[in-house]
């Protein structure tokens, strides 16, 4: 059975300050997203979906096909702000796309597999697609989907805060939701999340996270559909809310729809929100390829 890897690639990357989803990182100018396509195709996924915006699309195609031809199937979506819209009234001055959620809704009649999903700016680690990789072959149903969990001080930047969705799990290691948390940062020897309000919420080190990585039959497309209409009759004259693929997770587990496993993987992650995370992030990967993890060049 074929198995597809969609990369959320069409964000505006409005704190980064650049397009970071082609800055490249590795000795070789790789991109994040380039590692994981590489431990992609080692784990045994054999099609990857871009989502993009159409306004880049020239300049990413010419990045990546070079690169993966012969080696993956590539196709691409086109995410945009009126993308499944009809019949609501939009705000004129809202610019950005409607989040995570609309962006797989937008893989309408494109994906039709099961599939994994996964951020382009976010560096998951091998073991996380093997793991992956295994659920959607031998377990994946529209009634079963899953989600690839990380520790939450696995995932933090040291300059500033990130918005991360807070796993919580029965004794079945089943989701049973996730909060989206959208300020959360290390202070002193601590990590807290930071409300709307301002107050502080103690975190503790063993707090799994989503970091976006889910895995998902092709049903979760029609569900999004659904749904964002119901978004879109509350949201549409917002300049900022965003339909989110954490927020979808949820009510198909609240909704009795089915159920989502928590598969928590060893790989430690990392990213880049701000231009300052840029640095660490090549003196990481560097670092694995002088482990041996990955060669000099990734598609040579």
Same mark, same amino acid.
């Given at each position: 059975m074929q198995s597809t890897l969609v990369i959320l690639?069409?964000?505006?990357?409005?704190? !980064?300050?650049?397009?970071?989803?082609?800055?490249?990182?590795? +000795?070789?100018?790789?991109?994040?997203?380039?590692?994981?396509?590489?431990?992609?195709?080692?784990?045994?996924?054999?099609?990857?979906?871009?989502?993009?915006?159409? @306004?880049?699309?020239?300049?990413?195609?010419?990045?990546?096909?070079?690169?993966?031809?012969?080696?993956?199937?590539?196709?691409?979506?086109?995410?945009?702000?009126?993308?499944?819209?009809?019949?609501?009234?939009?705000?004129?001055?809202?610019?950005? +796309?409607?989040?995570?959620?609309?962006?797989?809704?937008?893989?309408?009649?494109?994906?039709?597999? +099961?599939?994994?999903?996964?951020?382009? @700016?976010?560096?998951?680690?091998?073991?996380?697609? *093997?793991?992956?990789?295994?659920?959607?072959?031998? *377990?994946?149903?529209?009634?079963? !989907?899953?989600?690839?969990?990380?520790?939450?001080?696995n995932t933090l930047s040291d300059h500033g805060s990130v918005s991360r969705g807070v796993i919580s799990e029965n004794d079945k290691n089943e989701m049973t939701g996730v909060k989206e948390c959208l300020k959360i940062y290390k202070k002193e020897s601590l990590i807290v999340y930071e409300d709307e309000e301002g107050r502080l919420t103690e975190l503790p080190g063993s707090t799994k996270v989503s970091m976006n990585f889910f895995c998902y039959g092709p049903g979760i497309i029609d569900l999004c559909e659904e749904q964002f209409q119901e978004f879109l009759d509350k949201n549409s004259q917002s300049l900022k809310a965003e339909f989110l693929i954490p927020t979808m997770t949820d009510y198909f587990i609240k909704s009795g729809k089915g159920r989502v496993e928590v598969i928590t993987t060893s790989a430690k992650w990392f990213g880049v929100t701000y231009k300052e995370d840029a640095p660490v992030v090549k003196a990481s990967v560097t670092h694995l390829v002088e482990k041996g993890e990955y060669p000099d060049n990734l598609w040579k």
């Amino acid at each position: 059975m074929q198995s597809t890897l969609v990369i959320l690639a069409a964000g505006m990357a409005s704190r !980064y300050g650049s397009m970071k989803q082609i800055e490249g990182f590795g +000795p070789s100018g790789e991109t994040i997203m380039e590692y994981s396509i590489y431990d992609a195709i080692e784990a045994g996924f054999t099609r990857v979906v871009f989502i993009i915006r159409k @306004d880049f699309a020239e300049n990413f195609k010419n990045i990546v096909e070079p690169k993966l031809k012969g080696r993956i199937e590539v196709d691409y979506v086109y995410q945009e702000l009126t993308s499944f819209t009809e019949g609501h009234s939009i705000n004129p001055e809202r610019v950005k +796309p409607w989040g995570t959620a609309h962006a797989v809704l937008c893989c309408k009649g494109k994906v039709k597999e +099961p599939f994994a999903l996964i951020n382009a @700016d976010d560096f998951y680690g091998k073991d996380s697609f *093997r793991k992956a990789f295994d659920f959607l072959q031998t *377990r994946c149903n529209e009634k079963t !989907y899953a989600l690839i969990a990380y520790e939450l001080p696995n995932t933090l930047s040291d300059h500033g805060s990130v918005s991360r969705g807070v796993i919580s799990e029965n004794d079945k290691n089943e989701m049973t939701g996730v909060k989206e948390c959208l300020k959360i940062y290390k202070k002193e020897s601590l990590i807290v999340y930071e409300d709307e309000e301002g107050r502080l919420t103690e975190l503790p080190g063993s707090t799994k996270v989503s970091m976006n990585f889910f895995c998902y039959g092709p049903g979760i497309i029609d569900l999004c559909e659904e749904q964002f209409q119901e978004f879109l009759d509350k949201n549409s004259q917002s300049l900022k809310a965003e339909f989110l693929i954490p927020t979808m997770t949820d009510y198909f587990i609240k909704s009795g729809k089915g159920r989502v496993e928590v598969i928590t993987t060893s790989a430690k992650w990392f990213g880049v929100t701000y231009k300052e995370d840029a640095p660490v992030v090549k003196a990481s990967v560097t670092h694995l390829v002088e482990k041996g993890e990955y060669p000099d060049n990734l598609w040579k």
